[in-house]
């Protein structure tokens, strides 16, 4: 052990749109929402980037005014909608930070970002000798959807989540045991094709060509309830804590009865999983670290408790971490 979770933060966007605003653009009903995804609202960007939403979620993570700046030696942002690829999110958030020598770098695994940032952060700050890391997961899905698709854009929202890491080698608590995989999208279920230019070399007929988020969402349903049977059983598995142990699970909030059915199958209390889709819907890279903040800030971890951080989505990627808080 010894990269532990020392400090949560997030920031989501000022405006927040209801099932019932969705009414008047799509399709929809708030009924149907309500019913099939467990989401009633969501914040949607006006004016925030991924960069500023980024940033605060950091400035909350500081606020106490009591981290050394110069300590911090770490910074991944997890996100698959950086509004700048160059500089990344990451370096755009040190400079804000105002913090002198630092790793900086995005990487994007959808919806499992965060997670996957979280464990290389932690393999980076025991090999580097790096005594604090900020990992950063953000998403500013409204970016992605198509408006006109009722069966997406209904499940996602925008936002950011912050944790500040510390190691410490000889901490006994922090992240337990990691589980992380893939397996091949073979029916295309979620897909976002990168926008293209037309050059002087290639066939392209447009000056270029831009895609939105393509989702089958049964079929995701179907991948994401095995997904967390399995990366909940194998970071029980690679740990000797038992599940009964485990006084939180904090999901990836993509849609209600996806928990609900996960709890079943594992036979795990759904009072054992935080859920917060209701509010925010599904904000990707930062739906686990925004949920964890919540948890954190309403006072419901004491130290030493035992938590699984769980995620899956596009790649098809998924995994699960075990920390003792
Ligand atoms: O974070 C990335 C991972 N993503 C996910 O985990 C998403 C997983 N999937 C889901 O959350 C669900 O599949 C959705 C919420 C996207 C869709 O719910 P569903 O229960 O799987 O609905 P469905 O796509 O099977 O559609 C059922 C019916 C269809 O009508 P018919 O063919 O039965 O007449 C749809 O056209 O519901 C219709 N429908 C809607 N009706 C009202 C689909 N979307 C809507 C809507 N409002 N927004």
């Known amino acids: 052990m010894g990269v532990q979770i020392i400090k949560t933060g997030k920031k989501v966007p000022y405006k927040k749109i209801t099932n019932f605003d969705l009414e008047k653009i799509l399709n929809t009903t708030d009924e149907w929402i309500k019913d099939r995804t467990g989401v009633i609202s969501r914040f949607i960007s006006t004016n925030e980037t991924t960069t500023s939403l980024s940033i605060e979620a950091c400035q909350d993570l500081l606020k106490e005014n009591d981290v050394n700046l110069s300590e911090i030696g770490l910074i991944i942002c997890a996100t698959m909608t950086p509004d700048t690829i ?143 049977n399995t990366s909940i059983s194998s970071v029980i598995n690679l740990s000797k804590v038992s599940l009964n142990e485990i006084k939180y699970i904090v999901p990836h909030q993509a849609n209600q009865r996806i928990i609900d059915a996960a709890a079943k199958n594992l036979k795990i209390s759904k009072e054992k999983f935080y859920i917060n889709i209701d509010n925010y819907a599904n904000t990707s890279a930062g739906s686990i670290p925004i949920a964890l903040d919540e948890l954190n800030k309403n006072n419901l971890l004491k130290k030493g408790d035992y938590i699984i951080l769980v995620g899956f989505g596009g790649g098809l990627s998924f995994g699960a971490i075990l920390l003792k808080w």
């Not at 997670?115 to 998403?139: Q, R």
């Not at 279920?189 to 037309?198: T, W």
């Not at 060509?209 to 349903?221: I, N, W």
């Open 86 to 228: 160059i500089p990344t999110v990451s370096a755009n958030i040190k400079k804000a930070l105002k913090i002198d020598h630092c790793i900086t770098f995005d990487i994007n695994v959808a919806c499992s970002g965060f997670l996957y940032a979280l464990s290389v952060a932690e393999s980076m700050m025991k090999n580097l000798s790096i005594k604090k890391g900020i990992v950063v997961g953000v998403d500013l899905n409204s970016q992605l959807v198509d408006w006109k698709d009722r069966g997406t854009a209904i499940v996602f929202g925008d936002g950011a989540g912050s944790v500040l890491l510390s190691y410490d080698i000889n901490d006994t608590s922090g992240i337990v045991s990691t589980f992380l995989d893939n397996i091949d999208d073979t029916e295309n279920s979620l897909i976002l094709k990168n926008i293209s230019y037309k050059t002087p070399f290639n066939n392209l007929n447009n000056e270029f060509e831009f895609f939105k988020l393509e989702m089958f969402g049964p079929k995701v349903m179907k991948f994401a309830i095995n997904a967390i």
